[in-house]
């Protein structure tokens, strides 16, 4: 049986108790084009400010959610950093943070962002304590299971930006989240993965954590207990040989699953299923709640997916998302703090 392929919309009619508003508009491209400011320029005042990072991380920095390098996927230092003492004056630190900043909004108008993102906070020396959404139980639901969840419990005003299967590989991407310093958390289904590799750690390199999307993003609730376990555990299996971590976060093919795949998902070694509030596209946002509005802790979904499918590149998709983002006040966190 070859692997299920369906459009995004599918996707956000999984398991959920609301409908989702906001249907999709296949003809309009994603908002604005590659805008580049004149080399020169931007190269010596990424420079400068580059250097002066550089310095704050050898030094140990967290800043405003800074880690030891500048690097997207990393915005946070782990929950288990030193104390601020340890690091250094506060002065110190909110110094590097405005140069960090000072960074980020240069790369925003390299890329042409209509403004600057936003810093997260320092991540929480405690994750918060997560369950599963009301709603979204399953028959025998009980605390051993991993939890099911559309937001991470969280008063800081942060959404967590999540692209899943891994068709498409544009390098600009890796490049643009580098220099603006936006984490991201990536589910992958092999069959669309296995044909480069290596993509996927260079993006491990700059900090993006790889998690579990499936062998072949089957629908999970139509397979056996065994056709799920392979699905689910040999995936797991070979992102680890691949990329030398064992995922702990599995998100199911269109957000479906039953008690069976829960089970099998934590005998692997998942310990979360984030599912999503949110799904991006390059010209609009799809919304599962009624408001239609960004809320503390929201998981936002969207693709490697490019103009073949999209009719916008992966560029377009960020400077659309992160218009809606920062408009909206909110800053991009990196999930694995929080989860």
Not at 224 to 231: F, H, I, P, T, V
Request: proline fraction near 7%; charge should be positive.
């Amino acid at each position: 049986m070859q692997p299920v392929r369906q459009k995004d919309k599918l996707a956000m009619n999984g398991r959920r108790p609301g409908a989702v508003t906001g249907g999709r508009q296949r003809g309009r491209r994603g908002r604005g084009h590659l805008r580049r400011r004149p080399g020169h320029a931007v190269l010596a005042a990424l420079l400068v400010v580059a250097a002066a990072s550089g310095c704050a991380a050898e030094a140990g920095d967290t800043g405003t959610g800074q880690g030891a390098k500048l690097q997207a996927g990393q915005p946070g230092a782990p929950a288990d950093a030193p104390a601020a003492g340890a690091l250094g004056t506060r002065a110190a630190q909110a110094e590097r943070a405005k140069l960090a900043q000072a960074a980020r909004a240069v790369a925003a108008k390299k890329w042409g962002l209509a403004s600057t993102p936003l810093a997260p906070p320092a991540p929480p020396a405690v994750k918060p304590h997560i369950t599963t959404r009301k709603g979204f139980e399953v028959e025998g639901q009980d605390d051993s299971l991993p939890p099911v969840f559309t937001t991470v419990p969280t008063k800081d005003k942060v959404v967590f930006l999540t692209m899943d299967d891994g068709d498409d590989k544009d390098p600009e991407l890796l490049k643009m989240m580098s220099e603006l310093n936006i984490p991201y958390s990536a589910f992958l289904s092999d069959y669309l993965v296995r044909d480069n590799y290596t993509y996927f750690k260079d993006a491990e390199a700059r900090g993006v954590t790889l998690n579990n999307h499936t062998l072949n993003h089957r629908y999970m609730p139509g397979l056996s207990y065994e056709e799920q376990k392979r699905e689910i555990c040999d995936q797991q299996n070979i992102i680890e040989k691949q990329f030398g971590k064992r995922p702990r976060l599995f998100r199911p093919p269109y957000g479906n699953y039953n008690t069976d795949t829960l089970k099998i998902a934590k005998s692997c070694g998942i310990t979360a299923v984030p599912l999503w509030a949110e799904e991006a596209f390059p010209d609009h946002m799809e919304w599962r709640e009624e408001d239609l509005d960004l809320h503390p802790g929201d998981i936002i979904l969207t693709h490697f997916r490019g103009k073949k499918d999209w009719k916008g590149s992966m560029p377009d998709l960020i400077r659309s998302v992160m218009k809606t983002v920062t408009d909206k006040g909110y800053a991009v966190a990196r999930l694995e703090d929080y989860v």
